[in-house]
């Protein structure tokens, strides 16, 4: 999978609106017309809070959405970094730089129907990925996963297939035991493809089922991220190499989104 080569800026952007969709989940909109018209499905943004030393790294957020001249992200609370941002007002500036990454591939017909799998957070890139994918009139079907009810997001979503671990809502099991269940109805939509993005543990299982049934796949890995441009070595995860080997890359220069081939299962 070729990286495609886009133009990075790093510049002050303004909070448009942020608005909570769960209870530690909200969806912040920044002008940043430079970012907005490079950014491709799969690409994020490394984000410095605030001019204090406190917290010290930014922090890489997927590119939710993009209308005009703004970018969406989704950001979950989870630390002081991520609690600044979700407390952040309209007309506050951040320092964004951005689009990072290698994004998803989405052109050419080597697919009929794309499956967008995720669970947790990993539904972040999924809505412009769907956007991107209906544009180009491919089917999308999304399969969502977590633990309860309560954990998932469907933030945009269309033609959502639910699973949870504790049947609260959906299919009753793991995002991949609810694939395994629909495979046979799938494979008649025609050619797929996966896409996929959430915790490690849910991609290597999404990597293995789409290995077993002959089906290509793309995931986007979570990393910390804190120079986004290959200098500080934080995101380097190990993948299998052609030869049967294996090889240490930078999720900030080559990922986020690798081939599933590439995972170490």
Same mark, same amino acid.
């Given at each position: 999978?070729?990286?495609?080569?886009v133009?990075? &800026?790093?510049? =002050?952007? &303004?909070?448009?609106?942020? %608005?909570?969709i #769960?209870?530690?989940v909200?969806?912040?909109?920044?002008?940043? =017309?430079?970012?907005?018209a490079?950014? %491709? =499905?799969?690409?994020?943004v490394n984000?410095?809070?605030?001019?204090?030393?406190? =917290?010290?790294?930014?922090?890489?957020?997927?590119?939710h959405?993009?209308e005009g001249?703004?970018?969406?992200?989704?950001?979950?609370?989870? *630390?002081?970094? /991520?609690?600044?941002?979700?407390?952040s &007002?309209? *007309?506050? /500036?951040?320092?964004?730089l951005?689009?990072?990454?290698n994004?998803f591939?989405?052109?050419?017909?080597?697919?009929?129907?794309?499956?967008? $799998?995720s669970?947790?957070?990993?539904?972040?890139?999924m809505? !412009?990925?769907?956007?991107?994918?209906?544009?180009?009139?491919?089917? @999308?079907?999304?399969?969502?996963?977590?633990?309860?009810s309560?954990?998932l997001?469907?933030?945009n979503?269309?033609?959502?297939?639910?699973a949870?671990?504790?049947? #609260?809502?959906? !299919?009753?099991? /793991? $995002?991949v035991?609810?694939?395994?269940?629909?495979?046979?109805? +799938?494979?008649?939509?025609?050619?797929?493809?996966?896409?996929? @993005?959430g915790?490690?543990p849910?991609?290597?299982a999404?990597?293995?089922?789409? %290995?077993?049934?002959?089906?290509?796949?793309?995931?986007?890995?979570e990393?910390? +991220?804190g120079?986004g441009?290959?200098?500080?070595? *934080? @995101? #380097?995860?190990?993948v299998?190499?052609?030869?049967? *080997?294996?090889?240490?890359?930078?999720l900030?220069?080559?990922?986020?989104?690798i081939?599933?081939?590439?995972?170490?299962?």
């Amino acid at each position: 999978m070729m990286q495609e080569i886009v133009p990075i &800026a790093d510049i =002050p952007a &303004a909070i448009i609106s942020s %608005r909570k969709i #769960s209870r530690d989940v909200s969806i912040i909109t920044f002008e940043s =017309p430079e970012i907005a018209a490079a950014a %491709r =499905p799969g690409n994020f943004v490394n984000i410095k809070v605030n001019a204090s030393t406190q =917290p010290l790294l930014r922090r890489p957020f997927s590119i939710h959405n993009v209308e005009g001249s703004t970018i969406d992200i989704m950001a979950k609370t989870v *630390g002081c970094g /991520t609690a600044i941002l979700a407390d952040s &007002a309209c *007309g506050d /500036t951040m320092q964004v730089l951005g689009p990072l990454g290698n994004g998803f591939t989405t052109s050419g017909s080597t697919f009929d129907t794309a499956l967008l $799998v995720s669970g947790g957070i990993g539904t972040a890139p999924m809505f !412009f990925l769907e956007k991107k994918l209906t544009e180009q009139k491919t089917a @999308c079907i999304n399969f969502i996963g977590g633990r309860t009810s309560e954990d998932l997001l469907r933030y945009n979503l269309s033609n959502c297939r639910i699973a949870t671990d504790d049947g #609260s809502e959906g !299919f009753r099991g /793991t $995002v991949v035991d609810l694939l395994e269940n629909d495979i046979g109805q +799938m494979q008649e939509n025609g050619r797929l493809k996966v896409f996929a @993005c959430g915790p490690n543990p849910m991609l290597k299982a999404v990597a293995a089922f789409c %290995r077993k049934h002959n089906i290509p796949c793309e995931v986007s890995l979570e990393s910390v +991220m804190g120079c986004g441009i290959g200098i500080c070595y *934080g @995101c #380097s995860v190990e993948v299998t190499t052609p030869g049967g *080997g294996t090889e240490s890359i930078l999720l900030c220069r080559e990922g986020p989104v690798i081939d599933a081939d590439r995972l170490v299962l």
